[in-house]
């Protein structure tokens, strides 16, 4: 069962990681995949996994962070041309 939930924390991460590009909610997502590969490191055993997808949910958070800064101070001013 830990298996199956490895696969579709994966798979999830991967898709979001794919369609980040659309919308600053697929690099939310992004994150959310990232914090289930990295329970499954720790539901697994696999230590090193564990802290390493921790610190990708981590990276994932401030990118989506400054992404949604960034969208906001152009939807205030306009887009540039």
Same mark, same amino acid.
């Given at each position: 069962?830990?298996? #199956?939930?490895?696969?579709?924390?994966?798979?999830?991460?991967? #898709?979001?990681?794919? =369609?980040?590009?659309? @919308? !600053?909610?697929?690099?939310?997502?992004?994150?959310?995949?990232?914090?289930? @590969? @990295?329970?499954?490191?720790?539901? @697994?055993?696999?230590?090193?996994?564990?802290?390493?997808?921790?610190?990708?949910? =981590? #990276?994932? =958070?401030?990118?989506?962070? !400054?992404?949604?800064?960034?969208?906001?101070?152009?939807?205030?001013?306009?887009?540039?041309?």
């Amino acid at each position: 069962m830990v298996t #199956v939930f490895g696969a579709a924390a994966v798979s999830f991460m991967f #898709v979001t990681y794919w =369609l980040e590009q659309r @919308s !600053r909610w697929f690099v939310a997502m992004f994150a959310i995949g990232c914090a289930a @590969s @990295s329970a499954y490191g720790w539901l @697994s055993g696999a230590y090193p996994f564990f802290v390493v997808e921790a610190l990708w949910a =981590l #990276v994932a =958070l401030g990118r989506f962070k !400054r992404r949604s800064e960034t969208e906001r101070q152009t939807a205030a001013t306009g887009p540039r041309r």
